[in-house]
C-alpha cells in the first residue's frame, strides 16, 4: 500500500472528526492550544509515512491529542469549555482504543 | 461589603477547586487509564522483555514490574488519587521507553512510530504529574 502525507493526513483528520461527530463535538470550537496541538501531531505522523507499523501512529497520535485535551479540560476554569474539551478528549481516546483493534 | 467579598471570594475558590476534583476524576484519569491499557502497558511489557533478553533483570524481577504495571491499570480504573501516587510511575515511564526504544532498534516499528510513541509516553507524563499536583 503505497501512502502519501495526504493520505495520512486524511485519514487522521477522518479518525479525529469521526470520532467527535459521535460525540456531536465540532472541532472546530475546540480551544486553539488543541487544533495547535493536533496540527504538531500531523506532523510527527507525516514523518512515519510508509515505515513498519504506521498504524501505530495513527493510534498514538489520536491518543496524544486526547491526553493533551484532557490536560486542557482540567486547567480550564470555564465550565462548558472544560465539558466540551472532556468530551473531545473522552472520545478521542474510545476513537485511539478502537483502531488498536482495527 | 470587605467580609462579603472575602466570603464571595472563598465561595468561589471552593467551587472552582471542587470543578478542578470533578474533572481530574470524569476527565483525567479515564483519558489516562484508556491510554494506559491501550499503548503504555505494551511499551512497558516491551522494556521487561527488552531487560530480561539483555540480561539486566532476572524472571522474578520481571515478574515484580508486570505486577506494578497491573498495578497501575488498577489504580487508574479505580479513579483514586493515592493509588495511582504510591504506584513507581519513573519506573515504568523507562521501561516504556526502554521498550519503543528495543522495538525500534529491531526495526518492528519505523523511528517515526517511535518518535509518537514517545509523545504518548511524555503526554501521559506530564498527566500523571498533573494529576499528582492538583
Known amino acids: 500500500m503505497n501512502l502519501s502525507n495526504e493520505t495520512v493526513g486524511q ?14 463535538i465540532n472541532l472546530e470550537q475546540a480551544p486553539e492550544a488543541i487544533r495547535r496541538y493536533s496540527a ?51 472520545g478521542l481516546a474510545i476513537g485511539a482504543r478502537l483502531l488498536a483493534g482495527a | 461589603m470587605k467580609k462579603h ?4 471570594s472563598i465561595l468561589l475558590l471552593t467551587l472552582a477547586a471542587c470543578a478542578g476534583v470533578e474533572a481530574r476524576e470524569s476527565i483525567l484519569m479515564p483519558t489516562m487509564s484508556r491510554a494506559y491499557s491501550t499503548l503504555i502497558a505494551r511499551h512497558v511489557e516491551a522494556g521487561i522483555v527488552a531487560q530480561l ?14 505486577d506494578s504495571s497491573a498495578a497501575m491499570q488498577d489504580a487508574l480504573d479505580s479513579g483514586i488519587r493515592s493509588e495511582v501516587a504510591a504506584l513507581p510511575w519513573s ?16 526495526g ?26 492538583r
Open chain 1, 11 to 24: 485519514d487522521f483528520a477522518d479518525m479525529l472528526r469521526d470520532s467527535a461527530e459521535r460525540l456531536g
Open chain 1, 40 to 90: 504538531e501531531s500531523l506532523l510527527r505522523l507525516s514523518a512515519s509515512v510508509g515505515q513498519a507499523g504506521h498504524r501505530e501512529a495513527l493510534q498514538a497520535e489520536t491518543m496524544n491529542v486526547a491526553l493533551f485535551s484532557a490536560g486542557v479540560a482540567v486547567d480550564s476554569g470555564d465550565l462548558a469549555d472544560r465539558e466540551l474539551v472532556g468530551n473531545i478528549a473522552g
Open chain 2, 5 to 8: 467579598h472575602l466570603l464571595s
Open chain 2, 53 to 66: 533478553d539483555q540480561g539486566e533483570i532476572d524472571a522474578i524481577r520481571a515478574g515484580e514490574l508486570r
Open chain 2, 91 to 106: 519506573d515504568l515511564r523507562g521501561l516504556a521507553r526502554e521498550g519503543v526504544q528495543a522495538r525500534v532498534a529491531r
Open chain 2, 108 to 133: 518492528e516499528i519505523g523511528p517515526g512510530v517511535g518518535m509518537s510513541h514517545y509523545e504518548t509516553i511524555n503526554q501521559f507524563d506530564l498527566r500523571h504529574a498533573q494529576l499528582l499536583n
